[in-house]
């Protein structure tokens, strides 16, 4: 896929090639958009400049990220609608507050927040059962939790169902790139493609067939713990950083994890 917008590019080429990535005729997407096909075939030929309301309202349709939003109203003439601030700024007080105790409250469970190209941006203490062991350099900042995840050298080693969590790892990415165009996100696809598989996906058993997910299986020393994985995002976001948020949280998948877990505990986090 090659939508993603780059600077100098036609708002009428731009909304056209994510209307053709998205698999919409003009007549879809004047439909969903409340316009003309005559109007739209206009806007996309550069025949007819779109209002900031329409290319808005033709992003939301085609379901654009908002920083590529911003980019096709620049593209336009017009100024980006959506701001992008630092999670520093103080204006996202109330959400660091709020990721805080999340990640906090989880605990002695591991819970991330990572930012639309998987970077680490926060965790809380119980994150250090998967980074123990990890080589230094997956470890520098920034920290690419995906690349942490299958690396050799990172948590791979001690995945114990590797083709199965890789599978589901790459499967998500993939999807996250395809709908999202954005380039980084397809550099990281290949190359975590390149990284070790495990040994061959065997079919499941009739046990395995029976599962609701796909659980993460992890050595640690002795023991092995089993997890269910769950994805939070910002309801309703407004902020190109704030829609990019996503907190990871591992919850136990059976007793047995569930108690490990609250023996070793967590160094500056409670247990419950």
Sequence with gaps: MTTRTRPGRAVGELLRDWRRARGLSQLDLSIGAGVSARHLSFVETGRSRPSPDLILRLAEQLNMPLAERNTVLLAGGY????????????????????????????????????????QLVEANPAVALFTDGAAPHLLTPPINVLRLSLHPDGMASRIINLPEWRA????????????????????????LRGYPSGDDVVAPTSDERSRVVIPLRY??????????????????????????????????ADPVTAAALHALGTPGAGTR
Excluded: C, K, N
């Design 168 to 191: 589901h790892l790459l499967a998500r990415l993939r999807q996250q790139a395809e709908m999202t165009t954005d380039p980084v996100l397809s550099d990281l696809l290949e190359e």
């Design 79 to 118: 100024a980006p609608a959506y701001p992008s601030q630092e999670l520093s700024d103080p204006e996202l007080a109330p959400l660091r507050a709020a990721v805080r105790q999340m990640l906090d409250g989880h605990s002695p469970y591991p819970a991330v927040l990572v930012d639309r190209h998987w």
């Design 219 to 252: 050595r640690h020393g002795e023991r092995e713990l089993s997890f269910i994985s769950t994805t939070t995002l910002f309801g309703t976001p407004l902020d190109v950083t704030v829609a990019g948020l996503a907190v990871e949280a591992f919850f136990p």
